[in-house]
Structures are given as structure tokens and as C-alpha cells.
């Protein structure tokens, strides 16, 4: 029977705990360098968000699109008759092209006219599912001829957005007979929804017959792997097939890994992450400097140097944990303040996996620091002490 | 000359019974600082044996390597040329992990008490009981030997809140804990007031006798050579001289000026 040894003396604790000024001064580095790493990539989560969550209006579960696009403000147009060719596979329920331009649109008031991106659809077909837009009671007002409707997303540049309210697209007079909140991704500063009869006015001689993106419905119970794949096989190369989740993916990731976009976050996410490991570096030498007598000491009376190395180990862990708790709420705050000072068009919402990121960089800033510092400790010189 | 005393040779005047082994045994020493054109030797062919239960004050001139003796014998530098038996093991050709081994068994006093600040009395006696591996047994052992030491109102106080005698006599309680056979202390009376000093020399005596300990000590104290059962004096890394506290007294006495007096 062995009894269970009681615990060591944490030294590392009370060597943190014994300056109080120095450790709240530690603690508030270390929290700050967690808030501009929550920060810099809550604002580029919520940027990648707001560059994708048209999608989640879009109402199909499988989307075709050419390998050429880029995203959904640069596509390339390919042949309706692969949608034909993919309404024949099993499982497949109903399929919608969707058609997407730009248009120059003139602010009524100020005259200036500004790029506008365009939806055009069949408004026979459910392609979106905003409550504007979902029944075909609702649609019917843009089968008029010269209609359409307007983003409440869309810049103030753009002017007013009353019904009725009549400007110009394109030379071309256009009446606006509704409004709906979807936006058009990051390039795009405001959007406008038309039939695809209104479409073929504006952006004559363009055919109905090339399509940019195409949305496919499918049967109640249809595994949207097995479809894709049907679909993948059965299709020739100039259009690729993604599930929902899967083009959401690819965009996000054309914003984040081939625009500047990333970079600049991720920058920003690398600075906090230095800072921080300078922060820590600075606390935790200064900590050793001042107690290296102390360090000799315990390694003359037979301490080895490992034990040395756990305790500025431990200390760095500790002050980890401690920055990590307060930096993590004062983000939770800072997020629901960013949210509603842009009245929800910025969606910061915190997630598990950049709670879990954010955490494994904090530790990793602390343990770095921890193992510049720690070389002073583990190689004080134990015959020192007598001098 | 003048000088009466015996040039050092390897065979103390106090010698115990010879049947006792002695718990330090130095032949031949000789330490260098730096490599190369900087080699430079501190230390040059000591012989010496020191026997439990002695109090030894090892002093001379600053320079004169009495303090890398001490670490050396302390197994906090290696040895390279020579012996140095330290409680029957050759330390010289050991490697500095199992110098750390050796070191456990042998008490440290330090001029500055070099304590740490964050933890109580009890807890920095504590930090060389748990080398032992008593996670048990550590409070009470650490409350035992501070009593020893007349600290037992003052356990759960941090240096901070200690007089300078009490941290020095917290700094041998840590020393003393874990019942070490070999006592090694540096100047341990230079930062104490006279009395503060004495009770300090006191309490080491009495522990020398009860547990039968070597303790060797360096120190410029005049004030407390009287404790000692043998004085050596080093010079330029040389033993100049072996003696008992009354010869060596005489030897420094005013009346017998010498240019040895000087080297002090």
C-alpha cells in the first residue's frame, strides 16, 4: 500500500504570485496579445462570411460552376445544356440557372453612376430562399418589364431604395419594385435581383443560353456525395460540381489564400502572436534575472537543471492560462460589439475551432518565450554562487 | 623566520584516531581557470584530510583560491588533475550529473543566504527535504530543524520579514535538514552583526558535535576563529600553513609582526 506522496512546492506559481505588479502586468500582456489574435481573426472570419453567406440563401444543394470562375462576382459562363444534362440524373429533382453581370446603376440624386452586380432567375423558379423572394406571388413583380429589385445591403452610394423609385442601369431606364438582404460577396458594393427576361434587355446581346452558376435541387433523401458524383462522371470538364458547404469552401478560401485579404489578417494574427512572445520573453527573463542566485542555489544543493527548466516551463504554461481567460471574454465582448455596431452586417462570431486555435497559440507564445528565457536558469553556474 | 607554524604536509596536529576515515581527502590538487595562452593556475598540489566531527577554517587573501577550493570540494566544479575524495567517492573525472548526485549530501551556507523571496522559512527548507523524495514527512522536518534553529515562531514568514541573522539561520536550517555529512560554508558570519554572527558559529558548532559532521568554513572573521579545531591558511593557491586556533593566534599575534600578517 503507497501512500499518495503530496505534491511539490510549486515554485513557479510562487514566483509568479510573490511580485504582483510585475504578474498583473504579465497577465495583461499576455491578454492583450490573445484579444488582437481573437480580433484579427474574428474580423477576417466575419470578412469570409460575409463574402460567402449569400450562399446560404441560395436555395440548392448541389451548385455547378465553370473551373474558370474565381468566385461569384468573376465567373465564367458555360453551357445551359449541362443543367439539362444534370436534371437527368437520379436523384436530381429540379434544376436552376442562375445569371450574374455587372451593371453601371445611377444614384437618382447625386447622378453618379456605380457598379452594381446583378442576379437574374426565372422567377418561376425557387432559386432564393429570402421571404421576399419565396413564393412566386411574391416574384411576380419582377416579370414586369424594366424591374427589379434592390439589396438593403447595397452601399449608400447607390441612393434611395424606395419602391418605385425609377433611375437608370445601363442607359436603360429601371423601375425598382422591391427590396431583399443578401449581398454579393466582397467585391461586390450592392446588388440587384431581375428575371432572366429583363436580364436578356439589359445585357443584350448576352444569351440565356450561357449560364454562371447552376443550382441543383434535389429528391427528399438523395445522398448529395452519390449525386455529385453521378454528376461529376456523367458531365464533361467545363463545369465542375460542389455541395453547398464545399463551394462556400472554395470561395473562402480564393479570398483568404489568393487575395490580400489573408494576408493582412494573418499578418496581423503573426504581430499579436510576437508581441506577445516578447511580452512573455521580457516578464519571464526578467524573473530569472532577478532570481538567478536563488536558480544557482537550488542547482547546489542538488537540484538538476531539468528541474530549472520545468519551473520557467510551468511559469510560461501559467501565465498562458491566465491571459488566455480574460482575453478570451473581453473578445467575446468586443465581438458582440463589432456585431451590433454594424447592425449584424459584420458577423463576428466566435467559433470552437478559433477558440481552440487561439488557445494552442497562446500556450505555444508563452512555451517559445519560455524556452528563449529558460536557457539563463538551466545554465546558471551552480559555483557561482560562492563568488 | 619567526613563524612557527608547520608548512601543510598532508598530516594535521589534531589527528583523530586514525581508524576514522576521513571524509574529505585532497592529494595533490591543482585547478585552472581558462584554456589555452589565458590558462591560468589557482590552485597548486594540495593535500589535505579532513575528519568528521572537525570544525575547519580555511581562510587567506582574496585570490588565493579558497573559495574554488570550496567548490571544488563541493562538487560544484570539476577536478581534473589530482584526487578529491569527498565522502568516500572520487569526484575527479566525474560528470556533472553525477556531481549533482554528490552535491545532495553535502550542506551549502552561503554568504548571501540566497533564499527565495516568493516562499516561508518553512517552504525554502522544505525545497532541499523534497530532494530526499519525503513529500510526507517535509513540513515537519522543515518545522523540526527550524526549531533547532529558533525559528519556530518564524516558519511561516518570508525573508522578506526575517532580520538578517534569522534568514542566515534559515539558509543553515536548509543545509542542515536533510542531516548531510559534509557542511561547506562561504563567509556565512560576513552579513551578520557581531552577536547575530556568534549565535550563527554557536549553532553550527553545536550541530557539528551532535551529528558528528565536517564542516568546513571560509571566512575573514576574527571574531569566531575560536570555534575552529584547525585553521588553514591558503596563499596564492598554496597551503601555507595547518594549525590549531591557539598556534595560529600566536603566530598572528600584533607582537609577532610578520609579513604573513600582511597577507591576511
Redesign the interface.
Known sequence: MK?P?????P?AW??L??DRPRLLVAVAGVTFAVLLMFMNLGFLGALVSTTTNFYDQFNGDIFLISPQSLEISTTKAFPRERLYQASGIEGVRQVMPLYTEYTLWKNPETKISRAMFVYAFNPSDPVFLMPELDTVKKRRALQQPNTAFIDRRSRPEFGPQTLGLETEADRRHVTVVGQYDLGGGFAADGTLIMSDQNFLRYFSPRPLTEVNLGLVLLDPGADAQRVKAALEDQLPADVEVYTKPEIILKESKYWIQTTSIGFIFGLGVLVSFVVGTVIVYQILYTDIRD?L??Y?????????GGYLFKTVIQEAILLALMGYVPGLALALGLYELAYNATAGTLPMRMTLFRVGFVFALTVLMCALSGLISVRKAVTAD??E??? | MSSALPIASGSPPDVPTTSTEASIQVRNLSYFFGRGDLRKQVLFDISLDLYPGQIVIMTGPSGSGK?TL??LI?A??SATEGSLRVLGQELVGLGS?QL??I??NIG?I???H??????TAA?NV???V??TGN??G?RQQAVDILSQVGLAERADYKPAALSGGQKQRVAIA??LVNQPQLILA?EPTAALDKQSGRDVVTLMQQLAQEKGCTILMVTHDNRILDVADRIINLVDGRLESDASPQQYADAHAPKSLDQKMFMM
Do not use: C, W
Open positions: 501512500f506522496t503530496l505534491p511539490r512546492i515554485l510562487y514566483n504570485r510573490h532570481h542566485r536563488e544557482a542555489t537550488l542547482k547546489a544543493i542538488g537540484y538538476s551552480p559555483a554562487v560562492f563568488a | 573559495t570550496l567548490t563541493g560544484l566544479r550529473r549533482v548526485e552535491r545532495r551549502f552561503f554568504q548571501a540566497n533564499l527565495f523571496e516568493s516562499l517552504q522544505e525545497m532541499a523534497e530532494l513529500f510526507r517535509k536548509r543545509a562561504d
